[in-house]
């Protein structure tokens, strides 16, 4: 274990328990394959070591930019995709390299919220068997007490038990993610994965369900990865924040000390472009230059110092290992 990594379990632990989620310098790599042969001519470093933790109740939201690898992580940490290397660990039991048969109960603590309300759906089952269907796969109750259960979720999730006949294409946006929410919670999780679960929705829908996932977790006591590119909507529901960057956490402390003390010259291009509801406020705004590199052929040194205004020499040769700059918060820069 890196120092890096051991900080961050200080940094993370709720009063010396053990974290409920603990990810240890995760990594999936993609290979490329090309020719009649299919042979391997690079890799594309989608997470390249990515170290956090989820405490029982809380949120960690995870923010960047579109490539960055936040969707790959939690799908990563879901066993959805096979980490290249790391560790995943769930109450204290690595589940890293279980086979598909010996993860199946422990899916059942782990679920995930999809992106798109439409297309997570199966538009050729309706409502209320799309959410039965976790409890019949996994053998849970008589039909009678999963026909229960479900009409219980769908009021739970602000539903009405005469939906659960209907269809996907007969519910808006916002129902369609309410019913995608009863699914993941049909099981009684204990962590969710929410992958960037109202970016499709209208704003004033976006505050209905981002208060719904605030009420649940308030009630049963949930925790949450929540994937977003929205900083004003991570701010609202996350405890934690951690900034990534081409496939690495540059910067990973509580949302106060991010907005409030932002560290990592990345971090201060995100928050700068926040929109203030204020038209009397005015703000320095850091408009970076250039694209986002290709993670198959990713910068050396610091990856971000192809786009960053203080690089430095020393920021195109060396890595900066993710330290602590102050108590709970750690930055990857050279700077600080």
């Known amino acids: 274990m890196t120092e890096a990594t051991e900080s961050l379990a200080q940094a993370s632990t709720n009063g010396g ?184 929705l209208d704003v004033s829908i976006q505050a209905q369900v981002i208060n719904l996932l605030m009420d649940l977790q308030a009630e049963l006591n949930l925790s949450y990865l929540f994937v977003a590119h929205d900083l004003a909507v991570v701010e609202h529901i996350s405890h934690r924040i951690a900034v990534m960057y081409l496939g690495k956490i540059v910067e990973y402390t509580d949302k106060k000390t991010l907005f409030t003390n932002p560290q990592h010259p990345y971090t201060e291009a995100l928050l700068s472009a926040v929109p203030i509801p204020d038209p009397t406020v005015r703000r320095k705004k850091t408009i970076l230059q250039g694209d986002v590199p290709s993670p198959i052929t990713p910068p050396p040194g610091c990856h971000f110092h192809t786009r960053c205004p203080y690089a430095e020499a020393r920021c195109t040769i060396d890595v900066p290992p993710l330290k602590e700059y102050s108590p709970g918060h750690m930055v990857s820069c050279h700077l600080r």
């Open 17 to 200: 328990e053990p974290p409920l989620l603990d990810v240890i310098d995760l990594k999936k790599h993609f290979p490329i394959s090309k020719g009649l042969f299919s042979r391997n001519s690079g890799q594309v470093y989608a997470v390249d070591g990515v170290s956090f933790h989820i405490n029982q109740g809380e949120t960690l939201g995870l923010v960047g930019e579109s490539g960055c690898g936040k969707s790959t992580v939690g799908r990563t940490v879901l066993r959805l995709l096979d980490p290249t290397d790391g560790t995943i660990k769930l109450n204290g039991r690595d589940i890293t390299h279980l086979s598909k048969t010996d993860m199946r109960p422990v899916r059942r603590d782990m679920q995930i919220i999809f992106q798109d309300p439409y297309s997570s759906l199966n538009p050729r089952m309706s409502a209320g068997d799309i959410v039965e269907e976790m409890l019949r796969v996994h053998g849970i109750g008589t039909p009678a007490e999963r026909k229960e259960r479900v009409a219980e979720l769908f009021e739970r999730v602000g539903l009405r038990k005469a939906q659960l006949e209907s269809f996907p294409h007969e519910f808006s946006g916002g129902q369609r993610q309410r019913i995608g929410i009863a699914r993941a919670l049909a099981l009684n999780p204990k962590v969710i994965i929410g992958d960037e679960p109202v970016s499709a």
